[in-house]
């Protein structure tokens, strides 16, 4: 569910949320390139 989620923010909310959470920004980060991973096309 949240590998969909992310699917759905725009680049801009991530940006956002990233500085928001600043102090979780790198585990955020892995969550999210591991989901990418998945569904990106390459």
Do not use: E, H, M
Request: proline fraction near 2%.
């Amino acid at each position: 569910s949240f590998c969909v989620t992310t699917t759905n923010l725009s680049l801009l909310d991530l940006s956002t949320s990233f500085q928001t959470v600043n102090q979780r920004g790198q585990y955020f980060r892995q969550l999210i390139l591991k989901c990418y991973v998945r569904i990106a096309p390459w």
